[in-house]
């Protein structure tokens, strides 16, 4: 069965302050791993896909790295707005499409 | 504007009152499905379907039916519902082909049984 694993489960840094989030996970074969931003009472938004271990995709402030049993979200320099819950996904070959979600770190940026 | 609407948005109901809730996408996507979020269990998929008249469970389809009459409705059915569906839901859309995995979700439906 695959399962996602993300820590910690909620994270408050200081604007400027940076740090990770982190995705473990077990899959029986990826085909991708995404990551989401899902803001309070809407759906989550995608933000990055991750195929093989030693990918990394980067927007903005933020970094997506992929290892074969982890993949890590750094935040350079984080503002207010950045707070969200950031979520994990993973896919399986021949999975149809389905995505096993981890339960998401809640970020709080203060200013 | 490519997006996945939803509706209704919230709904409160009773026990036992059948009730429907939509799902429609605007950028010809083949795959969709229907996710419920609760709290400390992350989001679990209910049913998805790979193209018209094709469906098939995920990984909590109890208490739910769905429906796939055209490419961009996709249709959640409460038959029955029961308290332990109120939860939030989430309808998505994807392009099926290789690389194109990304999964676009719509608003969410806020679901209470009473």
């Known amino acids: 069965e695959d399962q996602v694993t993300q820590s910690p489960e909620a994270l408050r840094l200081q604007e400027g302050e940076s740090s990770s989030l982190n995705c473990s996970y077990t899959?029986?074969?990826?085909?991708?791993l995404f990551w989401y931003r899902q803001d309070p009472g809407k759906g989550p938004e995608f933000l990055f896909t991750?195929?093989?271990a030693g990918e990394e995709k980067e927007k903005e402030r933020l970094k997506a790295t992929l290892t074969k049993k982890e993949s890590f979200l750094h935040i350079t320099a984080p503002k207010p707005e950045d707070s969200a819950t950031y979520l994990c996904?993973?896919?399986?070959?021949?999975?149809?499409?389905?995505?096993?979600f981890g339960s998401g770190t809640q970020l709080t940026v203060l200013p | 504007e490519a997006q996945v609407t939803q509706n209704p948005r919230y709904l409160i109901t009773v026990t036992g009152k059948k009730l429907t809730v939509t799902c429609s996408q605007n950028?010809?996507?083949?795959?969709m499905s229907w996710y419920r979020q609760d709290p400390g269990l992350g989001l679990r998929q209910i049913y998805y379907s790979m193209n018209v008249e094709v469906t098939d469970k995920g990984d909590v389809p109890e208490g739910y039916k769905v429906s796939r009459k055209e490419k961009r409705n996709f249709p959640l059915i409460l038959e029955s519902p029961s308290p332990n569906q109120t939860s939030l839901y989430f309808c998505?859309?994807?392009?099926?082909?290789?690389?194109?995995?990304?999964?676009?979700f719509g608003p969410g439906t806020r679901l209470t049984v009473l």
């Open positions: 899959v029986s074969g990826l085909r991708g």
């Open positions: 991750l195929y093989s």
């Open positions: 998505a859309s994807s392009l099926m082909g290789a690389g194109t995995d990304t999964q676009y």
């Open positions: 996904a993973v896919q399986a070959r021949g999975s149809a499409r389905q995505l096993t």
């Open positions: 950028m010809n996507h083949e795959y």
